[in-house]
């Protein structure tokens, strides 16, 4: 069973920098690509960032190109988001999702529960 | 960016009911949609993928079809449980999500 564990959320200021992490098993993880989704409390869902399966391969959206970077250790099943220069608007629940692609645009077939990452002074 | 519309925002209807949610995107997408389920305080869960194929374990009420631009969810016979938030979300350019259509009980 494939199981996808958030951490690491919490509170952060704004400008300042936080790390999610994204425990997996169940699968062969460094065969898939794996990403982040966030939504904001009671609203919609926006894709922040994928990786390949190797790792060599990422992708973020406009609105964190540039503050965030994802990565991932195969060795451990553990993927990674940081994020840096933090804004109101990064407030959201961060679910840890997966692919059933190696590489490339996706859709996902896996989610974990998520951990909420609340940026305000 | 590919924006995806759905409608309508809510759908009331009774268990049993026949359920129709639409998802429109702004450019040719051909089938490369997925519908989601999300629960209040639960991860979403896929549904459909390429537009038509049910993923593992979901049950043959739900269905998906359409291409290019227009899609449709359909819930056969709703279940007590079926009452909740589903999603569309393309994969043609970088993914991006509609807003929802919430089935509510009537």
């Known amino acids: 069973e494939v199981q996808l564990v958030e951490s690491g959320g919490g509170l952060g200021q704004p400008g300042g920098s936080l790390t999610v992490s994204c425990a997996a098993s169940?699968?062969?993880?460094?065969?898939?690509?794996m990403g982040w989704v966030r939504q904001v409390p009671g609203k919609g869902l926006e894709l922040v960032s994928i990786?390949?399966?190797?790792?060599?391969?990422?992708y973020y959206a406009d609105s964190v190109k540039g503050r965030f970077t994802i990565s991932r250790d195969n060795s451990k099943n553990i993927l990674y988001l940081q994020m840096h220069s933090l804004r109101a608007e990064d407030t959201a629940v961060y679910h840890c999702v997966k692919s059933p692609f190696w590489n490339g645009y996706s859709y996902f077939d896996s989610w974990g529960q998520g951990t909420l990452v609340a940026v305000s002074s | 960016e590919i924006a995806l519309t759905q409608s309508p925002a809510t759908l009331s209807l009774s268990p049993g009911e026949r359920a129709t949610l639409s998802c429109r995107a702004s450019q040719s997408i051909s089938t490369y949609l997925a519908w989601y389920q999300q629960k209040p305080g639960q991860a979403p869960r896929l549904l459909v993928h390429g537009a038509s194929n049910r993923a593992s374990g979901i049950p043959p009420r739900f269905s998906g079809s359409g291409s290019g631009t227009d899609f449709t969810l359909t819930i056969s016979s709703l279940e007590p449980e079926d009452f909740a938030v589903y999603y569309c979300q393309q994969r043609s350019h970088w993914p991006t999500f509609g807003g929802g259509t919430k089935v509510e009980i009537k």
């Open positions: 990786i390949s399966g190797s790792g060599t391969t990422t």
């Open positions: 169940g699968f062969t993880f460094s065969g898939y690509v």
